[in-house]
């Protein structure tokens, strides 16, 4: 099927609409592949020129379109795509609410259009949903841990959007509950545990974040012997954020335990990106009196030295 649709975008007359977003969903799953990437931009540009159609999908189906656009956040056709998809959603919002898309829709607009984090359209239908998440604050829970860290991320990409920021506040009211709960946070893998903290950094004078990143970071600590788990972007992602909130004592165990992984990981520094290494430095300075965070911030100098002078030979 992508390759008739790459040949011909008036093929798509003749398929059902309720068919393309999972054809579109199912080429994402192949992003790789020339055909099918072409395939998906067809989809993305026959849904720009035929807005209408979007009105016929229910929202499972639209959420589907924006999952499958999204895998190719670089190609002009996916974005128009997706554009038209947001101001679908807003449509619907304006008109009669949110209140039929399920949680996984509203988690996949969210990534969705979190690719185009520039766009206006795309903004505003992320600021629509995060109005519906507010709405929903007492159903959270319905949510898994995954969705409430893409949620979490998607939202923080607009720190500017006062609604944004009361749909992350509920997000953490909703993992500090939890941890109260179940007295931790076993079912965040770490990359969750990551993108949260991330994301609730973007508010370090709301409470709701605040209370929900020192329970992470208690969470953190609880792991300190299975650190290694936590990817480099990960690991730094916890203390760029724990960094926003020094006063607390949670934050601070927290990072000195990631400080000790990094010391472990002393030979291995050269897998962190530039901007990795600099978020980490920034963070261990502000528990400058932490052993543990001046090995660390030692660790990381030497891997900058030894990159400074491969750079140098390089250019010399």
């Known amino acids: 099927m992508a390759a008739k649709l790459t040949e011909s975008a008036g093929a798509l007359n003749e398929v059902d609409p309720r068919a393309l977003p999972l054809f579109a969903l199912s080429f994402s799953r192949y992003p790789g592949q020339g055909e099918c990437w072409e395939g998906a931009g067809r989809i993305a540009e026959f849904c720009s020129d035929n807005p209408a159609l979007l009105q016929e999908l229910d929202s499972r189906n639209v959420s589907l379109l924006v999952n499958g656009f999204s895998k190719w956040p670089n190609l002009p056709g996916c974005g128009q795509g997706t554009f038209t998809v947001a101001s679908e959603v807003l449509r619907r919002a304006d008109m009669d609410g949110l209140f039929e898309f399920n949680p996984q829709d509203l988690t996949n607009l969210v990534n969705g259009f979190s690719k185009w984090p520039e766009q206006q359209k795309t903004r505003e239908a992320t600021v629509a949903i995060a109005g519906e ?184």
């Open 133 to 316: 998440i507010v709405a929903r604050a007492s159903k959270l829970n319905k949510l898994t841990s995954q969705d409430l860290a893409i949620l979490v991320n998607g939202f923080s990409k607009r720190p500017e959007q006062a609604e944004c920021r009361r749909a992350v506040a509920a997000v953490g009211t909703e993992v500090t509950h939890r941890v109260r709960r179940d007295q931790r946070l076993s079912d965040f893998d770490p990359q969750d545990l990551a993108n949260l903290v991330n994301g609730f950094s973007k508010w370090p004078e709301d409470d709701k974040a605040r209370e929900a990143t020192v329970a992470i970071a208690g969470d953190v600590v609880d792991r300190a012997g299975k650190l290694k788990r936590f990817t480099h972007q990960g690991l730094a992602n916890l203390v760029n954020g724990f960094s926003k909130w020094p006063e607390q004592q949670q934050t601070c165990e927290a990072t000195v335990a990631i400080a000790g992984e990094i010391v472990a990981r002393a030979g291995k520094l050269n897998r962190f990106t530039h901007q990795g290494l600099a978020n980490l430095v920034n963070g261990f300075s502000k528990w400058p009196e932490q052993q543990k965070a001046r090995e660390a911030a030692v660790a990381i100098a030497g891997e900058v030295v030894a990159r400074t002078g491969k750079a140098q030979q390089i250019h010399g």
